[in-house]
């Protein structure tokens, strides 16, 4: 199940669909999301992963074929009301320590009697999301596969468990399934766009490749002199003679604004660094390891030359942060 959710991560929703022609199924946040899908002439099985939340919902997702997850009482209502032509697959959420959505593990026996009496519901399925699966203790990860063994023992149907850093540990016993007796569907995210889950371990440790190549071009050079600033409020200030390079991209492309003077950016495959406040429409580049750049030099600012991961981390977040936040205005070009 492919983690299609907020943009694909950021990729561009109907793209990565396409191109993700072998996965078994999507999963997305939100109706609209599923309705791109379909109106892109995607076929596959979608999963709503935070289910439907009022009548006219439960009609979109019926009318989009969506199997939907259901995680609370008032869920379960709708679904008692639902008219007589609906017919769901339902993954029925359990919380095993999240907090976040699902019902509590105690109540799921009446659940599962529940749901399998009504006939809105064609086949149910059961999952669970962990909280901590990135960390390197794996205390509550144990713990929450623990919560979840007896259910997966009394269940009998499909289930899904696992997120990228779950999927991508070998540490930890059976953090993706009940093996044997359950067809289990497994949920990475962040991993199919080529980042790492985990704070210790960088992409390529783990043998993973960014799909993502955030990039620009020097639109303008310019020549400072000592003491000469650079950009709003002059953040930078030239000690020394040297080169800058104004490149095409700013924070309404998602390059953040908080990064700081310094920060890593490649300019024809050179490192080189940030000088100066990120505007809305530009960034400015120190040139100096790049002697021969010039206007329509190529810039990434995160991608296969700069994880994406480096720059999160210079701001207090995640990769996954900074990728899904990449604007609309920016192209998407598959390759
Ligand atoms: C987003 C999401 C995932 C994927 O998590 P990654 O860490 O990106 O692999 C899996 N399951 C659920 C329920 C999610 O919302």
């Known amino acids: ?25 999507l999963a997305v946040a939100r109706t ?28 979109e997702a019926s009318e989009l074929a969506c199997e939907m997850v259901v995680h609370c009482d008032e869920q379960i209502d709708l679904l008692c009301q639902a008219p007589a032509n609906a017919a769901f697959i339902v993954w029925l959420k359990l919380d095993s320590g999240m907090n976040r959505l699902g019902f509590p593990i105690e109540r799921f026996e009446s ?12 086949e149910l399925r059961l999952m669970t999301h962990y909280a901590s699966a990135d960390e390197s203790d794996a205390h509550t990860l144990r713990q929450q596969i623990e919560k979840m063994a007896p259910v997966l023992e009394a269940f009998d149907g499909e289930i899904s468990l696992a997120n990228s850093p779950a999927l991508m540990r070998d540490d930890v016993d059976g953090v993706a399934a009940g093996q044997g007796k359950h067809v289990t569907w497994v949920r990475p995210g962040i991993s199919l766009y080529g ?17 993502m190549n955030f990039e620009t071009r020097l639109i303008a050079t310019k020549a400072l002199a000592p003491g000469d600033r650079v950009g709003y409020g002059g953040r930078f200030i030239a000690t020394a003679a040297m080169r800058i390079g104004i490149a095409a991209a700013g924070y309404g492309d998602g390059y953040p604004r908080m990064l700081p003077d310094g920060t890593p950016i490649m300019v024809d495959g050179i ?4 000088v100066g406040r990120v505007s809305m429409d530009m960034l400015a580049i120190d040139l100096t390891p790049v002697a021969d750049a010039a206007v329509g030099s190529h810039v990434q600012m995160w991608g296969d030359q700069l994880p994406a991961e480096t720059i999160a981390k210079a701001l207090g977040t995640i990769g996954y942060e900074l990728v899904t936040r990449v604007a609309d205005r920016v192209h998407r070009v598959i390759r």
Do not use: T, W
């Open 271 to 274: 490192a080189c660094q940030l």
């Open 195 to 211: 980042l790492s889950p985990f704070d210790n371990l960088s992409a390529a440790d783990l043998g993973l490749r960014p799909v």
């Open 111 to 122: 659940l599962q009697d529940s749901l399998r009496r009504l006939s809105s519901v064609v």
């Open 32 to 59: 609209e999301e599923a309705r791109m899908l379909r109106d892109a002439g995607i076929q596959r099985p979608i999963v709503l992963l935070e289910g439907i939340f009022d009548a006219d919902g439960l009609i």
């Open 1 to 25: 199940m492919a983690m299609v959710k907020a943009n694909a991560y950021g990729h561009g929703l109907v793209e990565i669909a396409q191109a993700l022609n072998d996965v078994d199924s």
